[in-house]
């Protein structure tokens, strides 16, 4: 036997191997019943059990339930106006605010709408009907916003002719967005106990797109591991047939050329899987199942150091 100790990377990716491994097997109860849901509500029955000529006929009360409900809950959230409004904090003067409450509540609208939030919660809504949970992550993106602005040409007399020719020109700056997900019970795996030590998320992505994340934040993945995996293949191909399901196509596993990968992200506390010992405290963390620590592990990096995740 070799007495050479596993290395700290090592620990880690044992570590949320066996997170995401015990949280998986502790739901696995209830994504039947997920299974069973979809099936409903997209009308797929089991008739192996008919004779022939009998009936096969299937009411859509299920379907129609949840569709009723869901609008009902967004007539109550978003048709009545202003739904949600922005205070401020009580004992606070005027000197001590940067920004006054109404700004904050347009900014936020505006950021809401961008995501088209309406459609976002109807969506949450029917998950959270179908598989008992509506679980939503809330982060942002950098974009380009263009802008155009009229230039008078060079060589001519004066800006402030009137009669003089104008032309637009383009620019763009990086701003910052809100972007909401959408999250999969599938695709959520938290700590079974509840003490809350771990919450996974299950992320499917083309490998370009993959290779482009790890280029453009080289302080988040390891470039290097990333592009070592060109060869391997880490699809689940259990999860994409579960996803075709609730989706109501058929699955491509097997048939597309698309290279998919699988990677399991964890928020949360990393412990020594042989000792128990703490190694990782209120971190981020990212690994392949095949073996691959793309991201090691780093400070939360939210400015309120919790859970990106809203599950209700």
């Known amino acids: ?15 949320i191997k066996g997170y995401y491994e015990e949280a998986k097997t502790a739901k696995e109860e209830r994504m039947l019943q997920n299974r069973d849901n979809w099936d409903c509500y997209h009308l797929v029955q089991d008739w192996s059990h008919k004779q022939k000529g009998q009936s096969k006929e299937f009411l859509p009360k299920q379907a129609q339930a949840v569709e009723q409900i869901t609008s009902f809950l967004q007539l109550g959230l978003m048709d009545i106006g202003a739904w949600f409004r922005v205070e401020r904090e009580p004992g606070v003067k005027d000197a001590e605010v940067v920004f006054k409450p109404i700004e904050i509540q347009n900014l936020l609208s505006r950021q809401l709408d961008k995501n088209d939030f309406v459609n976002f919660i109807a969506d949450l809504v029917k998950r959270g009907q179908l598989e008992s949970l509506m679980i939503a992550k809330v982060g942002g993106v950098i974009k380009q916003k263009v802008r155009y602005q009229a230039v008078v040409k060079k060589g001519l007399l004066s800006s402030l002719n009137p009669f003089a020719k104008k032309s637009l020109e383009k620019e763009s700056k990086e701003v910052w967005q809100l972007k909401l997900h959408q999250i ?11 003490s809350g030590l771990y919450e996974i998320e299950a992320i499917e992505m083309d490998y370009h797109e993959l290779v482009k994340l790890a280029k453009d934040n080289p302080n988040e993945f390891d470039l290097e591991t990333v592009e070592s995996m060109m060869n ?10 579960k996803k075709s399901r609730e989706t109501h196509q058929n699955s491509t596993v097997g048939t597309s050329v698309r290279k998919r990968v699988r990677i399991i992200e964890l928020w949360g506390t990393i412990c ?15 690994i ?11 400070k939360n990096p939210l400015w309120y150091e919790g859970s990106p995740y809203v599950v209700s």
């Open 184 to 194: 999969r019970a599938e695709d959520w795996f938290p700590d079974p106990t509840g």
């Open 1 to 15: 036997m070799s007495d050479k100790k596993p290395s700290e990377e090592n620990k880690v990716w044992r570590a």
């Open 272 to 286: 020594d899987p042989d000792t128990g010992e703490l190694l990782h405290e209120n971190v981020v963390s990212r």
């Open 232 to 241: 391997n293949s880490n699809q689940d191909t259990m999860q994409e047939q």
């Open 288 to 298: 392949t199942l095949d073996g691959h620590t793309i991201t090691k592990p780093k």
